[in-house]
């Protein structure tokens, strides 16, 4: 990929995964270069266990946010909501292929899933992250979250406090945008 093929506009690009998205969401994950795949999973896993936890997240307990370069789902911010726990918590994940990392995609979508997180109610997110994953940590810093590991298990701490405007409008608004700009994206791709 050259830079010039893809719109570094992170927000215009992210939006809610529904069912008829996890074919894509399968072939994402699997695209994931083996550094990225053993980042993401905290380990080495096999094709099928990418089956069986896309299949997983077709629960109503998981919130998916997708950012695409042009049709193609490129990264994922994964919310999963972990009920009976107190505080309320959550796990979450994030991948990025390869040739669009370090264009602020991680970046959006962290924002995305750290509101959908506040406006739950959610102040406790689990990552399986490895503690040596330099741009993870930059990240929960830099989304004022402490990342604290522990055993291996890295837990991020959201601020406490509830849902904000802000959290609201990232949410809403960034829902809107990224489906606005999916229509657009289909509108070319119908009269290409
Ligand atoms: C981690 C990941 C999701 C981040 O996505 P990304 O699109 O590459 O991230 P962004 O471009 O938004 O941001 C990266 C930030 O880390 C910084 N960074 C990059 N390499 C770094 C390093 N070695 N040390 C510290 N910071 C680093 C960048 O400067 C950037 O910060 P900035 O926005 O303040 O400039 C992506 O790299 C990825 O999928 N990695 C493999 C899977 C993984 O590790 N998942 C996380 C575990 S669940």
Redo the contacts with the bound molecule.
């Keep these: 990929m050259s830079d010039n093929d893809f719109d570094p506009n992170p927000s215009s690009t992210i939006r809610r995964l529904w069912p008829t998205d996890m074919d894509a969401y399968r072939a994402h994950l699997k695209r994931l270069d083996p550094d990225?795949r053993h980042?993401?999973f905290g380990g080495g896993v096999s094709d099928q266990y990418i089956d069986t936890h896309v299949d997983s997240s077709l629960r109503m307990d998981t919130l998916l946010f997708g950012a695409f370069d042009k049709s193609k789902l490129i990264?994922v911010g994964e919310l999963r909501l972990l009920f009976g726990e107190w505080p309320m918590a959550a796990e979450a994940?994030?991948?990025?292929e390869r040739t669009?990392?370090?264009?602020?995609?991680?970046?959006?979508l962290m924002a995305r899933v750290m509101a959908a997180a506040r406006n739950r109610g959610i102040i406790r997110l689990s990552?399986?992250?490895l503690s040596h994953?330099?741009?993870?940590r930059?990240?929960a810093h830099?989304h004022h979250a402490e990342f604290v590991t522990n055993d291996g298990e890295t837990e991020v701490w959201i601020p406490s406090g509830s849902a904000i405007a802000s959290t609201i409008i990232e949410e809403t608004f960034g829902e809107t945008g990224g489906l606005l700009n999916g229509l657009f994206q289909w509108t070319r791709m119908k009269m290409a």
């Design positions: 990225s980042a993401r990264g994940a994030f991948s990025v669009y990392q370090d264009h602020g995609l991680g970046d959006a990552m399986i992250c994953n330099e741009r993870m930059h990240l830099k």
